[in-house]
């Protein structure tokens, strides 16, 4: 939507659409692509700056009286020169701030402005409106997020003793909080170790309460059959049938594996880790050590170690 000031054009932005989010998913960066189409002035530069708007506006009726309230700081800009081609916008901060809100549908959007005067040369860019004339050329917005619960030697913890009672961890990123409580450990020819993992605001009852699970607890799925899934599960699929496949690790970090360009289902994460199947279609999830864990078809959990064809199946 545009706002005219003098027969200069104000375009404005607003995004919906986007996933749900938990406290514990951390976005690492947030872009927007413009496609720009033509320019008044072919191969002059023209930086776009891009602003936060602040207040509630109607794409329908808006006009340069009604206009809505703008950052006077510029969120991210961007040298566009060359026509018919997408450019990009480093929006994070804006993102980021939008779900702290709570409801990141709700936003109020962003403005695009020229720091060059406008009748010295103009780009113009491809709303949803006439995305047709380019081959799904409307605006779009790209971001990375990944799950922060459970515990990865990524991530840097306050780590705190609790005594018989275990021991509770909090990531300094999100602020994550993990207790792990030991249960029992087996020395035999097919040792174990069990324990107990409580995550915070994590209301999922697999069986042990509300966000607690067992460290043998873990499941892995396959997202092309459409079964066990949740919304966030569907969008990922859905924006990339590459991501087939979901682990959740015994302290419940989630990880999608998507398939390379060599046909291997890598993790997203970059651990080393990759999923084969077998002939019976058991998944397997094999570490950089080939340490596998096995899961049969209805994600029931087994650990094998190939090297000595040894099974526990719990």
């Known amino acids: 939507m545009e706002a005219f000031r003098k027969e200069i054009p104000i375009p404005y932005l607003k995004f919906t659409g986007f996933p749900n989010l938990t406290a514990k998913d951390y976005i690492v960066d947030a872009k927007l692509d413009l496609y720009c189409l033509d320019s ?83 780009k113009r860019f491809l709303s949803s409106d006439y995305a047709a004339i380019a081959d799904g050329g409307c605006p779009v917005i790209y971001f990375t997020y990944f799950n922060t619960k459970g515990l990865e030697s990524c991530y840097s913890y306050y780590e705190q003793s609790l005594g018989r009672s275990g021991t509770c961890y ?59 899934m949740t919304d966030i599960d569907r969008q990922v699929y859905a924006m990339d049938s590459r991501y087939r496949y979901k682990y959740t690790d015994g302290d419940g970090t989630v990880i999608y594996f998507y398939q390379d360009d060599d046909g291997v289902y890598r993790d997203e994460l970059g651990k080393g880790l990759k999923v084969e199947l077998d002939i019976n279609n058991c998944m397997y999830v094999i570490d950089k050590n080939q340490f596998e864990y096995g899961f049969l078809s209805k994600w029931k959990f087994i650990r094998v170690l190939r090297c000595f064809q040894k099974y526990c199946l719990y």
């Open 170 to 228: 909090v990531q300094h990123l999100t602020g994550t909080f993990t207790h792990v409580y030991h249960d029992v450990t087996t020395s035999s020819r097919m040792p174990i170790v069990l324990n107990h993992v409580v995550t915070n605001g994590d209301f999922e009852n697999i069986g042990f309460g509300a966000g607690a699970r067992l460290n043998i607890s873990q499941t892995c799925i396959d997202l092309s059959k459409g079964v066990g």
């Open 40 to 122: 008044y002035y072919d191969n002059k530069t023209n930086t776009i700056n891009i602003r936060r708007i602040t207040s509630w506006w109607d794409s329908t009726t808006v006009t340069y009286n009604t206009r809505p309230s703008v950052c006077e700081d510029v969120e991210s800009y961007c040298k566009v020169t060359d026509t018919r081609r997408w450019y990009s916008w480093d929006i994070t901060n804006m993102v980021r701030d939008w779900y702290k809100t709570g409801s990141p549908n709700d936003n109020y959007g962003l403005e695009l402005t020229s720091q060059e005067d406008a009748w010295t040369g103009y």
